[in-house]
């Protein structure tokens, strides 16, 4: 598969906006609807795959099953989760070379606790020494085989420590050299204004969230804060659990005789939709030529 690099898409899009996707016909979608990348997040993929909430009791092997499986079905650059690397340095190392196997495009690496992962970043409850975030920033830095893969230094400090401590570690991180920070946490603003101007000329990451008590910024207000990649990581879970709960709540009441339910006047198209991601037409295709090689 010809997968360019993340770098690449930052550089042709800024900021660079990314969906997550917590599945293989999510990242499907994703390319068809145009972006130039996505991302794939522990809370949305894990949620989708195994119905587990992110509180550190998925591991590698279960965030790598979900990569593998999404990467295989989009040729667009991406990042993916890295969480705090799974362990020491050793499983930090292994977690960027499986990563990398897959396509990953970059990584996160987080600061915050396993022992105490909450799934809400500004709810964060812990985060480890400095001394031991950035020994795992270098070796992620170190064991990667392509200079393309970012390293991204994620800090969950804020919700622990608070903001100054937050800005504090970031500035350490990329004084360690890695691509990328990523402030967790932010709930005003000004706070991401603020985070903007004291990591300028840095490439920042930063991530919208529906509806929980925090700013909803344009990409263009975070572009111009300093911004050069954000991230909406609940946008399509969210819209896709109310819908699926309120559908099946409605057939079940069809089911019992307490309410009429009529085929959705948009099945067609949606039925088009799913088609066109599938490449149906290609499999199709695929089947008459075995027919008529009478294979």
């Known amino acids: 598969m010809n997968r360019k690099s ?14 997550l996707a917590h599945d293989a016909l999510s990242g499907r ?4 609807a145009g972006f130039r990348a996505f991302a794939i997040g522990g809370s949305a993929m894990l949620a ?9 009791i998925a591991a590698r092997g279960e965030m790598a099953d979900g990569i ?22 050793k499983s930090v190392a292994y977690t960027v070379e499986t990563y990398e196997r897959f396509g990953v495009g970059g990584i996160l690496i987080e600061d915050q606790r396993r022992d105490r992962k909450q799934p809400r970043a500004e709810k964060a ?11 795992k920033l270098r070796t992620a830095m170190d064991a990667r085989q392509s200079a393309e893969t970012l390293i991204v230094g994620r800090t969950d400090a804020y919700g622990a420590l608070g903001l100054e ?4 570690r970031a500035e350490g991180f990329l004084a360690l050299g890695v691509d990328a920070v990523f402030v967790a946490g932010l709930k005003t603003e000004n ?11 840095a490439l920042l990451s930063a991530a919208m969230f529906e509806g929980v008590g925090t700013p909803w910024l344009t990409p263009q207000t ?12 609940a946008s399509l879970m969210f819209r896709i659990v109310g819908t699926m709960a309120d559908t099946l709540a409605m057939l079940r009441r069809y089911a019992q005789g307490a309410e009429a339910m009529s085929p959705a006047a948009t099945s067609a198209t949606d039925r088009g939709v799913l088609d066109d991601a599938l490449d149906t037409a290609r499999w199709q295709r695929v089947e008459t030529q075995f027919a008529k090689d009478g294979r």
Do not use: K
């Not at 989708?48 to 550190?56: K, Q, V």
């Not at 300093?226 to 990581?233: I, K």
């Open 165 to 168: 401590a937050a800005i504090a």
């Open 48 to 56: 989708a795959r195994y119905a587990l909430p992110d509180l550190g």
């Open 191 to 201: 706070e991401y204004a603020r985070v903007g101007r004291e990591l300028s000329g």
């Open 68 to 89: 593998r499986d999404i990467a295989a079905a989009t040729s667009l650059p991406f990042l993916a989760d890295g969480d705090d690397g799974y362990g020491d340095a």
């Open 6 to 19: 993340f770098r690449s898409a930052l550089a042709a899009e800024r900021p660079l906006v990314t969906p």
């Open 29 to 32: 979608l994703i390319e068809r």
């Open 222 to 233: 975070l572009g111009e804060m300093g911004y050069a990649h954000v991230s909406f990581p």
């Open 125 to 135: 409850r812990g985060v480890v020494e400095v001394a031991e975030i950035e020994q």
